[in-house]
């Protein structure tokens, strides 16, 4: 069965400094990986995907995640934190077959002025 | 704009009390899903229905039913609410469900049972 792992339900970093969210999944085929944000009183939103196309995916606000197969990782990357990145990110793992997402439990990004 | 609403945004309901959590969809989706977010828990997945009249059991659906009865609405349903169904429930939506397709979310329904 498919899982996902993210370490630190919270993390803190100070504004223009790298931001790094920890992502591992388990699967024993390389899967579909998202990460989705939130916002205070929203839903998720996309950021990026990876879909087998490149193992570095960029998205949305300056993140990028790379795919690692030998590790099983998917972490979130962002060269220099900007305080309106503090929200709650999803890691998500989605086999081709199958309707169902496995979502991380999340991880709080603080950003300290 | 396009996208998933949801109905009511917040919701303050007695134990045994009944409710109906509405979403729905003007992208034309075909599947839709219902999540249940708790602290420490991430999202798990209360109920799916991939497409009109059909739905599918996810993780968490004890104490819940579904209602998919045109391709734009998926309601939630408690028939006697219990405290331990207080939580953030979000409605969302995609076009396809094999594949990489996104998930288009609502903005929540916050729930208190008190």
């Known amino acids: 069965a498919q899982s996902v792992t993210q370490l630190g339900s919270h993390v803190s970093v100070s504004e223009g400094a790298l931001v790094l969210l920890r992502c591992n999944y388990s699967?024993?085929?390389?899967?579909?990986l998202f990460w989705y944000v939130q916002y205070p009183n929203q839903g998720l939103q996309l950021l990026l995907k990876?879909?087998?196309?490149?193992?570095l995916v960029k998205g949305i606000n300056g993140f990028e995640a790379e795919f690692k197969k030998s590790e099983t990782s998917f972490h979130l990357t962002k060269p220099s934190a900007h305080m309106s990145d503090a929200a709650e990110y999803f890691c998500?793992?989605?086999?081709?077959?199958?309707?169902?997402?496995?979502f991380g439990t999340g991880t709080r990004l603080k950003v300290l002025a | 704009n396009a996208g998933v609403t949801q109905t009511p945004k917040f919701q303050v309901l007695k134990t045994g009390q009944s409710m109906t959590l509405q979403c729905a969809q003007d992208?034309?989706?075909?599947?839709m899903y219902w999540y249940r977010q708790d602290p420490g828990m991430g999202l798990r997945l209360i109920y799916y229905?991939?497409?009109?009249?059909?739905?599918d059991k996810g993780e968490v659906p004890n104490g819940y039913n579904v209602s998919r009865l045109n391709k734009r609405e998926f309601s939630l349903r408690l028939e006697s609410a219990a405290p331990s169904q207080t939580s953030v429930y979000f409605c969302a939506s995609q076009d396809s469900p094999t594949g990489a397709n996104v998930l288009t979310f609502g903005a929540g329904s916050r729930l208190t049972v008190l």
């Open positions: 998500a793992v989605k086999g081709s077959g199958t309707y169902k997402y496995i």
């Open positions: 699967s024993s085929v390389p899967p579909y």
């Open positions: 992208m034309n989706h075909n599947s």
């Open positions: 990876y879909t087998s196309a490149a193992t």
């Open positions: 229905s991939a497409s009109e009249g059909t739905t």
